[in-house]
């Protein structure tokens, strides 16, 4: 993958810098006035490079930047105003005490009123507007899982295997074909979209990367935790329904089988994950750390109230007859 095109000052000077061998990272300014931070094309771009070198990384950025501890704190500084934007957009549950995490989760849930864009996908939607809303998820759906997979050797026990035992299925249960990020790459050419890691970078907006940035937030700090795992359990409890609608719009779309795959995997896989997630990972994590519920709670809400925005955003756009995509350029990489 290349460095996207940059979206303002911080990522100019980011890229400008990350282009060079490693040498000590002046940290960035104080954050200016404007808008939030989940909707700050220039903050989100930057931190989201940032969190990918410790995934694939880019061609021309020497690997030694991931630890350099310039850097670090350069991005820590990123971090902050990322959770503060957070901390003001997404308000934070309080766990009801005698109330198990299951039922807090599905009642945070059922809650939630943001627009239902899998049913817009399943009966309105042309094929344009499918494309774009397979490009908006590339950018994490290329490398699924692997952000809550961090999680993994900061549990122990019952959450711990849990965690594993959905991870694994993620993963294909070791055939590489049927990792769901292959899956999903399918879909993509189905689509007659470019399934390369990281092709729509430059065309996502803040919001589709503020996405990504939580998972990779909370799974590359333990003191987050929690919220990492209360955001995966939120994910395959609202996976279900959704990825059967998507399915549905493929298929009046002219989709076939293959390029569903992705979507019918997740009807079956993910009604056995929220059962996990719930009870086993986020139950059994809350009965081994009783003071982290409210954690729990929170990284599921986060997930809950960043999914909505997205919606809003794209479907917002639909209304007005406009693409939801950043239209900088034409999409590279269409066949």
């Not at 940032?50 to 990384?57: K, P």
């Not at 957070?86 to 599905?106: H, I, K, N």
């Amino acid at each position: 993958m290349q460095l996207p095109t940059p979206r303002g000052p911080l990522t100019a000077s980011l890229f400008e810098r990350l282009r060079r061998p490693p040498h000590p990272f002046v940290p960035f300014g104080p954050a200016p006035a404007g808008e939030p931070a989940v909707e700050d094309d220039d903050l989100q771009l930057a931190l989201f490079v940032c969190y990918e070198l410790h995934y694939r990384g880019f061609e021309e950025v020497d690997e030694e930047w991931e630890w350099e501890p310039s850097l670090l704190a350069a991005r820590k500084t990123l971090e902050r105003r990322f959770e503060d934007g957070l901390a003001r957009a997404v308000p934070r549950p309080s766990p009801v005490p005698g109330v198990p995490t299951r039922r807090a989760l599905a009642e945070l849930i059922a809650a939630d009123d943001g627009p239902c864009l899998s049913a817009f996908l399943a009966r309105r939607a042309d094929l344009e507007q499918f494309r774009e809303f397979v490009t908006h998820r590339s950018i994490y759906h290329l490398k699924e899982a692997d952000p809550h997979t961090w999680g993994i050797p900061r549990l122990s026990g019952a959450p711990k295997a849990a965690l594993v035992e959905i991870q694994a299925d993620e993963y294909g249960g070791g055939r590489a074909e049927r990792m769901h990020s292959e899956l999903f790459r399918a879909t993509m050419r189905g689509l007659d979209l470019d399934d390369s890691y990281g092709a729509y970078l430059d065309r996502v907006p803040a919001i589709t990367l503020a996405i990504s940035n939580a998972m990779s937030l909370f799974g590359l700090h333990r003191r987050h935790l929690g919220a990492l795992l209360g955001h995966l359990a939120a994910f395959e409890m609202t996976s279900s329904a959704p990825n059967h609608r998507y399915s549905l719009g493929l298929r009046r779309l002219g989709g076939d089988e293959t390029a569903r795959r992705f979507y019918d995997e997740h009807v079956q896989a993910d009604a056995v994950h929220e059962q996990i997630a719930a009870h086993d990972m986020c139950g059994g994590f809350v009965r081994q750390h009783p003071s982290r519920a409210g954690e729990v709670l929170y990284g599921a809400a986060c997930a809950l109230t960043l999914d909505r925005l997205f919606a809003e955003h794209v479907m917002g756009h639909w209304r007005r007859g406009t693409s939801s995509l950043r239209e900088t350029e034409l999409m590279a990489g269409s066949r």
